[in-house]
């Protein structure tokens, strides 16, 4: 069995999986020429080879993990201000996955297969989203 790892992120600022989708596919319009979404960081994977063979991010929404995407490569770019940054490359395709409470952090950490949650399944996964606090109240209590 290949051995990866995932990365985890809150998704600041947004109120559903929706809004991501939104959000981003401005950015694929206006920032990203190769249709590709990025997520700029300042800290570079340590466990690159693990993310890169078959890790995705999964995405925290009002406090429950609600998304993923599949990583595509690490890009590095250079701010304005000359530091150096890891530009998380990823899929455009978002992928639900069951709900999942998690904690605030800070920046990204990375997250073992084993605590992932799983995608929903096909059919579920155009469904109209749970109102934000109640799919945190059931993922609380493991419903979801």
């Not at 080879?49 to 595509?72: C, D, P």
């Not at 997250?111 to 579920?124: E, F, G, N, T, V």
């Amino acid at each position: 069995m290949e051995k990866h790892v995932h990365l985890i992120k809150l998704s600041v600022g947004t109120e559903s999986v929706e809004d991501l989708a939104a959000w981003q596919e401005m950015r694929r319009r206006t920032v990203w020429t190769d249709g590709l979404n990025r997520h700029v960081t300042r800290m570079w994977p340590k466990r690159e080879a693990e993310v890169l063979n078959g890790g995705s991010i999964y995405w925290v929404i009002k406090g429950v993990i609600q998304a993923r995407q599949k990583i595509v490569r690490l890009d590095e770019v250079i701010g304005e201000d000359g530091i150096r940054r890891c530009a998380i490359v990823l899929d455009p395709e978002l992928v639900r996955t069951q709900s999942a409470t998690k904690r605030p952090f800070q920046g990204w950490r990375y997250l073992s297969p084993a605590d992932a949650p799983p995608d929903l399944p096909k059919q579920r996964a155009h469904e109209e989203a749970l109102p934000a606090e109640l799919n945190r109240a059931l993922a609380e209590i493991g419903v979801l």
